[in-house]
Each structure stands twice: as structure tokens, then as C-alpha cells.
């Protein structure tokens, strides 16, 4: 108390001049609209810029869950495409209307673990068998397909992704027939081939290549890759075609595990044709 009284005493006409100069604004503000506007305007630019900050600051603690929020919508959004659903009745059938069965289930997982710069690369998720994941399965990214899962655990599980030397992904130009394969040389991880395409195709550079639909395991219309180089080699049927992997695998970070939900009655009725043929 002796120290706050001796402050005071010592500051007193510094502190009465305060006073009077808080008086006089507030006079004057009271009494002139321009000087009032003026004020509660600037007083209220920084008040915004002070809850921006702070609504900024809290979007950014809240990004994890925003983002699983939205990874969530996404796979849901996909299950609901038409692309991932097949008609059990046919237009012919049913005048004005289609049934749908799914065909094609997606959950969300994270990336944990990822290489780009081996022979052979993986990537690690955050799901296993406890979420319904297993292996055959196929992996897309937001801008396309990843890989194929390999080996599972109860909450974890590995992919080999397309930058594999033994990954094959069955591939055509969008709007065109025309089946191949996407495949890696072990090179660069930006880039791949497709091979097994026919010089009669109207192949242009900038096209893109999606999945073909024709394995059990991706939708058709996946995003692959983009033609970046075009080259027909003498003596062979088919171009040699490289193209630019549609994501970034440096930057994976939110994933799909897709199930083929008819995968099992599909494989097993080409292996008994298959069958049937080995026994002719």
C-alpha cells in the first residue's frame, strides 16, 4: 500500500493529465459524429483483425479432425456414385427406373509410412483387418489410384503402391477402347508406361489414362496418368507411351481402401472357366 501511494504521489500530475485527456475524448467523440465513426470504426477493425487471428488459430489445432471429417465424406460420396454400383435390373425391365446394388465399398484411411525412392516402394495405413481391410484390395488417393494392398494386420496395413516394378494396373485412354497396363521402370516417381497399346490408337499427348474396370479390383474411370511422351519403335505393334503419375506420392497423406463387394463371385467364376479350359 506504501509503494501504490508513493506511486501515485510521485506520478500525480502525469496521472491527472490522463485523466483529463480521457475526458476530453470522451467529450469529443460524444459531440462530433465524424470523430465517433471514425473511432468505432477503428476500434472494430481491430477487434476483426484480433478474432481473425484467433479464429485462425483455432482452425489450425482443428485441421486433423476437419480433415478425417472429410476424408469421411469422400468415401461416402464415392459409395454413393453410380460408377460404384451395378444395375441387378435392367432398363428393360423397369420402366422409368434402375435398382442399384453396390458393387463397390470405400474407407478412409491414413498414410503413416511411405517410400518413393526404392526398386520396390510401400506405403504404411492405419487400417487393418479390425476396420474390414484385406489383402487384394485396391488403394486410391484423391486424384487417382495408389496401389494394392498386400500384407494386413489388426490395425495396420502395407500397399504396394504403382511405383513397384511388379505392379501392373490394367489401363486405357479415357474415351477410347484400347486396353494396357500401367507399369514402373524403378526410375522416376513422377513418371510410368503404359504398354500394350496398339499403333492404330489415336494416342495425343495430354490424354488421360484411367483404370479399365477390368480386374477385380478398381472401379472403371480411376484416374492413372497423363501422356507425356509418344514413340513408335520399329518392328513393334504397340507404342511406347510414358506418362505422368496423376499424384504426387511424396504428398499422400488421406487414402481409400476400395472392396469389391462381388470380388468373390467374380474371381470365382473366371477360375472355373479357367478350369474348364485347362480340362479340354
Request: no cysteine; proline share 1%.
Amino acid at each position: 500500500m506504501r509503494n501504490l501511494l508513493g506511486f501515485l504521489s510521485r506520478n500525480s500530475f502525469f496521472l491527472f493529465f490522463l485523466f483529463l485527456e480521457g475526458i476530453a475524448a470522451l467529450l469529443l467523440f460524444q459531440n462530433n459524429r465524424f470523430q465517433r465513426s471514425e473511432f468505432l470504426n477503428s476500434s472494430n477493425a481491430a477487434s476483426g483483425s484480433f478474432y481473425q487471428l484467433v479464429n485462425n488459430a483455432t482452425m489450425y489445432f482443428d485441421l486433423a479432425e476437419i480433415n478425417e471429417q472429410l476424408a469421411a465424406e469422400n468415401a461416402d460420396l464415392r459409395r454413393q456414385l453410380t460408377g460404384s454400383k451395378i444395375e441387378i435390373f435392367g432398363k428393360n425391365f423397369i420402366i422409368n427406373d434402375t435398382v442399384y446394388q453396390q458393387a463397390y465399398n470405400f474407407t478412409e484411411a491414413t498414410v503413416i509410412n511411405s517410400t518413393v525412392s526404392k526398386a520396390n516402394n510401400y506405403i504404411t495405413l492405419n487400417k487393418g483387418s479390425f476396420a474390414g481391410v484385406e489383402a487384394g484390395m485396391g488403394v486410391i488417393g484423391p486424384q487417382g489410384i495408389i496401389g494394392i494392398v498386400k500384407t494386413v494386420s489388426t490395425r495396420f496395413s502395407s500397399v504396394m503402391t504403382v511405383l513397384h516394378t511388379q505392379s501392373k494396373v490394367s489401363a486405357k485412354l479415357k474415351d477410347q477402347r484400347y486396353l494396357g497396363s500401367l507399369v514402373w521402370d524403378g526410375k522416376d516417381y513422377q513418371y510410368g508406361q503404359l504398354i500394350d497399346i496398339p499403333k492404330n490408337a489415336n494416342v495425343m499427348l495430354g490424354d488421360t489414362v484411367i483404370s479399365s474396370g477390368y480386374s477385380s479390383i478398381f472401379p472403371t474411370g480411376i484416374n492413372l496418368a497423363t501422356v507425356t511422351s509418344i514413340e513408335k519403335p520399329e518392328g513393334k505393334n504397340f507404342y511406347d507411351i510414358t506418362v505422368k503419375l496423376i499424384n504426387d506420392f511424396k504428398k499422400i497423406e488421406k487414402v481409400y481402401v476400395v472392396k469389391n463387394v462381388l470380388r468373390e463371385e467374380q474371381d470365382k467364376l473366371e477360375a472355373e472357366a479357367q478350369e474348364g479350359d485347362n480340362n479340354d
